[in-house]
């Protein structure tokens, strides 16, 4: 028999991934976009105080020192502790910082969830004590500062006249979702039987067989959080992995135009696209290219 | 008509499209305080020039209490409904490939992903300045353009955008209020910096002022008509054609070599020589000594360079970068063709910012094949030849206070930081940084095509609103030094839009007159310390 609860999960499952990857996709499948960066560039030599190559004459000629560990280091600094927040906009950090840190490490008991799960349908002895505690752990932790984190930022958006006035239904909902997670998350939590019917539930999903009574808390923390897993890829919350576009395809996009490149192969496509803006001084008919609008003469 | 009870802190962003007056009026009691000796604002702070009641029955004015853009009033209702419609069709424009490869990408995970956390507005001089008002917060002129996004051009936009973003009315109010309020902020992308997410509230202003350039025809005549059309039809923005041209730098080699003692003589299109130096052209009108100490230090140097005569070969100005993309193209491609021409081995340019960004790496994804030719800062050059040894330098000649301006161009978008502080250091023993600097910096306040616009009462706006952080900074980084004109203060600003900034700002507050604070680039303070040179080269200039 099919259970209700497996097909909210798959359906879950699959929103979550396709969304994910359409928007991933669509974004890296851009056309090339004109440079953009702005300094500091984390992979540059001059990084520390915010140089780049063209601090050099005849760069062109010279070898470009790039390094990948910093771009790595300052990305994964950017992405764990929000250091751009930290430092330009410390108070909203406060909040802001334990709700994300918090929503990696229900990401972890997540991962942990599903490793106990299959490490019982595999039949795997060792570690299991270790495990159910490192779950314990990171579920408690986790929802602790997601809860302090998520009512944060309500509060501030409900009491900051500034943010208040730029604040849609939304950011309240999204918000209250995630306080709702975290309140159940530690429900269940402090319960007596812990996250195990969770830990259960996933081994009979995995299975695909029939899953024993879940208490109601555990239950409508599986559904709640199922359903916030897919809707996250739909709206501005899709930015944690849109981010990596924002800051290594725009902010630090420093390749030069090297004749022979492939980047120049990109750009010569780009300017073949034809033009419809109206003004007067383009009057693009849709047939026009970009090259075409570049070269022709004004009207003297 | 509904008013908003206190316009300067509340206004919401659906008060856009209300039928309403002004949505703004600042006072000088508003503005951000200044140090000494602009600390007490009844004393120092000129009053605001009111707008003329011609301009404010000619054009349409219910923003601020200023006006750059001169948008006539519509005749009827169904000219307004043209525009509106024309509005609509440019802004699906912004989100296709086709019409907008350039900043599709930036531009959409801009309107997609802002979480509304006002990191950037802590960034943005400008809302600073203001006493933080709300119109000219960051996120309030592109949630403006996001919500009209969401609500007017996607599927479902009229119940989803609202929930997801917020409500706001499309009507001739907001058309023209967002043209015009695209021309209150400086591109100066230091919100763009601060943003955790990534988003770019400058690069959204640009894309509105784009958006009414190339859609509706409109920009400003400083720009548009008087900028990059006049380039275009005569060589130059500044209006003047290759013979003047020529003549006028002639003129400038006779008073270097009388100043300097030595024989300066300009190089002209020489076919092959190693660099092409492209001056911004306002320099050789407004401030001869800039393209006089390249050639003295050029020549000095011994290094292989012409300027060319071929029509923009000799004005690096590219106003497009400020608010059109097909003018920004036509600009560039003009000045790689005079590059070509002379077969020279790479493109340098002189001290202005703005010229710097829009032919180094802008035109680096639009120059392809043999139009693709080198082209650098000449803050390297410049560092490199002070370092190198071959002009003899006394510091003790710039024995006096110095501070460097980073223009947000050359340095925060393009990350040429020290080269220009390397030699500050070797000539200009009591050179002081401003906080921030760097790629922090502040903008002078006259970025994105400001310095060049002065129409009206703008020179108000642009003196007290975007100038006043820069000010601020300026007074900041001389305090503790005598404040009277007796002692010479320099502030070095390698860029030709940011020094038209400076010229005024000084002008406005009485700042040389009063309290010795003058301005101008490094390369003048370079041949000021130069031995070979007849001492005060710069106070010659001045006088
Ligand atoms: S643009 Fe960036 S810093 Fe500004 S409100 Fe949006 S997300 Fe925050
Ligand atoms: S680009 Fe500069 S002036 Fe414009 S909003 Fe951002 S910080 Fe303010």
């Given at each position: 028999m099919i259970e209700p609860l497996h097909v909210l999960t798959l359906s879950c499952i699959v929103i979550f991934i396709t969304a994910v990857l359409v928007r991933f996709i669509r974004t890296a499948r851009m056309p090339?976009?004109?440079?953009?960066?702005?300094?500091?560039?984390?992979?540059?030599?001059?990084?520390?105080?915010?140089?780049?190559?063209?601090?050099?004459?005849?760069?062109?000629?010279?070898?470009?020192?790039?390094?990948?560990?910093?771009?790595?280091?300052?990305?994964?600094?950017?992405?764990?502790?929000?250091k751009a927040l930290f430092h330009h906009n410390r108070k909203l950090w406060w909040s802001s910082f334990p709700f994300h840190f918090g929503l990696y490490i229900i990401a972890a008991f997540a991962g942990l969830l599903v490793i106990t799960a299959l490490s019982s349908v595999f039949n795997v002895k060792h570690g299991g004590v270790f495990l159910s505690y490192l779950v314990q752990f990171t579920g408690i932790a986790g929802a602790i500062l997601c809860l302090f984190g998520s009512a944060g930022l309500f509060f501030r958006r409900l009491f900051d006249k500034g943010l208040k006035k730029y604040s849609p239904i939304s950011a309240y909902f999204n918000l209250l979702l995630f306080v709702g997670i975290s309140v159940l998350m530690l429900t269940v939590g402090f319960s007596s039987s812990g996250f195990g019917p969770?830990?259960?539930?996933?081994?009979?999903?995995?299975?695909?067989?029939?899953?024993?009574?879940?208490?109601?808390?555990?239950?409508?923390?599986?559904?709640?959080?199922?359903?916030?897993?897919?809707?996250?890829?739909?709206?501005?919350?899709?930015?944690?992995?849109?981010?990596?576009?924002t800051w290594d395809k725009i902010r630090w996009d420093d390749e030069p135009n090297l004749p022979g490149s492939k980047l120049e192969k990109r750009i010569q496509a780009a300017l073949a696209y034809p033009v419809s803006w109206s003004a007067p001084h383009i009057k693009g008919d849709g047939k026009k290219s970009w090259v075409d609008v570049a070269t022709e003469e004004i009207e003297k | 008509m509904k008013e908003i009870d206190?316009?300067?802190?509340?206004?919401?962003?659906?008060?856009?499209?209300?039928?309403?007056?002004?949505?703004?009026?600042?006072?000088?009691?508003?503005?951000?305080?200044?140090?000494?000796?602009?600390?007490?604002?009844?004393?120092?702070?000129?009053?605001?020039?009111?707008?003329?009641?011609?301009?404010?029955?000619?054009?349409?004015?219910?923003?601020?209490?200023?006006?750059?853009?001169?948008?006539?009033?519509?005749?009827?209702?169904?000219?307004?409904?043209?525009?509106?419609?024309?509005?609509?069709?440019?802004?699906?424009?912004?989100?296709?490939?086709?019409?907008?490869w350039v900043f599709l990408q930036p531009f959409k995970l801009t309107m997609e992903h802002c979480t509304k956390c006002h990191t950037c507005s802590e960034a943005c001089h400008i809302f600073q300045a203001s006493g933080r008002a709300e119109l000219y917060r960051p996120t309030y002129r592109t949630e403006i353009l996001r919500r009209i996004y969401f609500k007017y051009l996607k599927p479902g936009g009229r119940f989803f955008g609202?929930?997801?973003?917020?409500?706001?009315?499309?009507?001739?109010?907001?058309?023209?209020?967002?043209?015009?309020?695209?021309?209150?902020?400086?591109?100066?992308?230091?919100?763009?910096?601060?943003?955790?997410?990534?988003?770019?509230?400058g690069l959204v202003a640009r894309e509105i002022r784009k958006l009414f350039s190339q859609e509706l025809g409109w920009a400003t005549k400083e720009l548009h008509e008087k900028g990059s059309m006049q380039q275009l039809r005569v060589g130059s923005s500044t209006g003047m054609n290759p013979e003047v041209v020529k003549d006028n730098m002639d003129f400038i080699d006779e008073d270097a070599s009388d100043i300097t003692g030595m024989d300066i003589k300009t190089p002209w299109d020489v076919q092959g020589a190693d660099i092409l130096l492209i001056h911004n052209a306002g320099e050789i009108l407004s401030w001869p000594e800039n393209p006089a100490a390249f050639a003295v230090i050029l020549q000095a140097a011994g290094i292989s360079?012409?300027?060319?005569?071929?029509?923009?070969?000799?004005?690096?100005?590219?106003?497009?970068?400020?608010?059109?993309?097909a003018m920004l193209a036509k600009v560039v491609i003009k000045h790689a063709l005079a590059a070509k021409k002379l077969g020279v081995k790479k493109i340098v340019f002189g001290e202005c910012g703005h010229a710097h960004k829009a032919l180094t790496i802008i035109a680096d994804r639009i120059l392809t094949g043999d139009l693709n030719i080198p082209r650098e800062s000449s803050m390297p050059l410049l560092r490199d030849i002070v370092m190198s040894?071959?002009?003899k330098l006394d510091p003790s000649r710039n024995d006096f206070p110095v501070t460097l301006h980073d223009p947000c161009n050359m340095v925060r978008?393009?990350?040429?930081?020290?080269?220009?502080?390397?030699?500050?250091?070797?000539?200009?023993?009591?050179?002081?940084?401003?906080?921030?600097?760097?790629?922090?910096?502040?903008?002078?306040?006259?970025?994105?095509?400001?310095?060049?616009?002065s129409g009206h009462n703008f020179v108000d706006w642009r003196m007290k609103v975007s100038g006043r952080m820069k000010m601020k900074q300026i007074l900041e980084a001389f305090k503790?030094?005598?404040?009277?004109?007796?002692?010479?203060?320099?502030?070095?600003?390698?860029?030709?839009?940011?020094?038209?900034?400076?010229?005024d700002i000084l002008e406005y507050y009485g700042l040389t007159e009063n309290n010795g604070i003058h301005y101008g680039g490094l390369v003048e303070l370079i041949v000021n310390a130069m031995t070979d040179v007849k001492p005060g080269f710069i106070r010659a200039w001045e006088q």
């Amino acid at each position: 028999m099919i259970e209700p609860l497996h097909v909210l999960t798959l359906s879950c499952i699959v929103i979550f991934i396709t969304a994910v990857l359409v928007r991933f996709i669509r974004t890296a499948r851009m056309p090339v976009h004109l440079r953009w960066e702005i300094y500091p560039v984390a992979h540059d030599k001059g990084f520390e105080h915010g140089g780049s190559y063209m601090e050099n004459q005849d760069w062109r000629n010279r070898p470009q020192e790039h390094s990948q560990l910093n771009k790595l280091k300052e990305f994964l600094t950017e992405f764990l502790f929000l250091k751009a927040l930290f430092h330009h906009n410390r108070k909203l950090w406060w909040s802001s910082f334990p709700f994300h840190f918090g929503l990696y490490i229900i990401a972890a008991f997540a991962g942990l969830l599903v490793i106990t799960a299959l490490s019982s349908v595999f039949n795997v002895k060792h570690g299991g004590v270790f495990l159910s505690y490192l779950v314990q752990f990171t579920g408690i932790a986790g929802a602790i500062l997601c809860l302090f984190g998520s009512a944060g930022l309500f509060f501030r958006r409900l009491f900051d006249k500034g943010l208040k006035k730029y604040s849609p239904i939304s950011a309240y909902f999204n918000l209250l979702l995630f306080v709702g997670i975290s309140v159940l998350m530690l429900t269940v939590g402090f319960s007596s039987s812990g996250f195990g019917p969770m830990s259960a539930y996933i081994v009979s999903f995995l299975t695909w067989s029939a899953h024993p009574e879940m208490p109601g808390p555990s239950k409508a923390l599986l559904i709640l959080s199922l359903l916030v897993l897919a809707y996250i890829p739909l709206t501005h919350m899709s930015h944690f992995f849109m981010k990596w576009f924002t800051w290594d395809k725009i902010r630090w996009d420093d390749e030069p135009n090297l004749p022979g490149s492939k980047l120049e192969k990109r750009i010569q496509a780009a300017l073949a696209y034809p033009v419809s803006w109206s003004a007067p001084h383009i009057k693009g008919d849709g047939k026009k290219s970009w090259v075409d609008v570049a070269t022709e003469e004004i009207e003297k | 008509m509904k008013e908003i009870d206190n316009k300067n802190t509340d206004l919401k962003v659906e008060d856009f499209s209300k039928d309403s007056d002004r949505l703004l009026e600042l006072t000088n009691d508003d503005l951000m305080p200044l140090p000494e000796p602009l600390d007490d604002k009844a004393k120092s702070e000129p009053p605001w020039k009111p707008l003329s009641d011609s301009a404010k029955e000619k054009y349409e004015s219910d923003l601020d209490n200023t006006l750059l853009l001169n948008i006539p009033k519509p005749k009827s209702k169904e000219e307004e409904k043209k525009y509106i419609k024309q509005f609509l069709q440019g802004l699906e424009k912004l989100f296709t490939k086709e019409n907008n490869w350039v900043f599709l990408q930036p531009f959409k995970l801009t309107m997609e992903h802002c979480t509304k956390c006002h990191t950037c507005s802590e960034a943005c001089h400008i809302f600073q300045a203001s006493g933080r008002a709300e119109l000219y917060r960051p996120t309030y002129r592109t949630e403006i353009l996001r919500r009209i996004y969401f609500k007017y051009l996607k599927p479902g936009g009229r119940f989803f955008g609202r929930w997801q973003h917020g409500d706001i009315d499309l009507n001739w109010k907001t058309v023209a209020r967002l043209a015009e309020l695209s021309y209150r902020c400086n591109l100066c992308r230091r919100c763009a910096q601060a943003c955790p997410i990534g988003c770019d509230n400058g690069l959204v202003a640009r894309e509105i002022r784009k958006l009414f350039s190339q859609e509706l025809g409109w920009a400003t005549k400083e720009l548009h008509e008087k900028g990059s059309m006049q380039q275009l039809r005569v060589g130059s923005s500044t209006g003047m054609n290759p013979e003047v041209v020529k003549d006028n730098m002639d003129f400038i080699d006779e008073d270097a070599s009388d100043i300097t003692g030595m024989d300066i003589k300009t190089p002209w299109d020489v076919q092959g020589a190693d660099i092409l130096l492209i001056h911004n052209a306002g320099e050789i009108l407004s401030w001869p000594e800039n393209p006089a100490a390249f050639a003295v230090i050029l020549q000095a140097a011994g290094i292989s360079w012409t300027l060319s005569s071929e029509a923009l070969g000799y004005d690096s100005v590219n106003y497009g970068l400020f608010y059109d993309d097909a003018m920004l193209a036509k600009v560039v491609i003009k000045h790689a063709l005079a590059a070509k021409k002379l077969g020279v081995k790479k493109i340098v340019f002189g001290e202005c910012g703005h010229a710097h960004k829009a032919l180094t790496i802008i035109a680096d994804r639009i120059l392809t094949g043999d139009l693709n030719i080198p082209r650098e800062s000449s803050m390297p050059l410049l560092r490199d030849i002070v370092m190198s040894g071959k002009l003899k330098l006394d510091p003790s000649r710039n024995d006096f206070p110095v501070t460097l301006h980073d223009p947000c161009n050359m340095v925060r978008m393009m990350g040429i930081v020290e080269p220009q502080r390397e030699v500050l250091r070797k000539i200009a023993p009591r050179f002081r940084e401003m906080t921030p600097h760097g790629v922090n910096n502040y903008c002078c306040g006259g970025g994105s095509g400001f310095a060049i616009h002065s129409g009206h009462n703008f020179v108000d706006w642009r003196m007290k609103v975007s100038g006043r952080m820069k000010m601020k900074q300026i007074l900041e980084a001389f305090k503790g030094e005598d404040s009277s004109s007796e002692t010479y203060k320099y502030i070095c600003a390698p860029c030709s839009n940011c020094k038209g900034q400076f010229r005024d700002i000084l002008e406005y507050y009485g700042l040389t007159e009063n309290n010795g604070i003058h301005y101008g680039g490094l390369v003048e303070l370079i041949v000021n310390a130069m031995t070979d040179v007849k001492p005060g080269f710069i106070r010659a200039w001045e006088q």
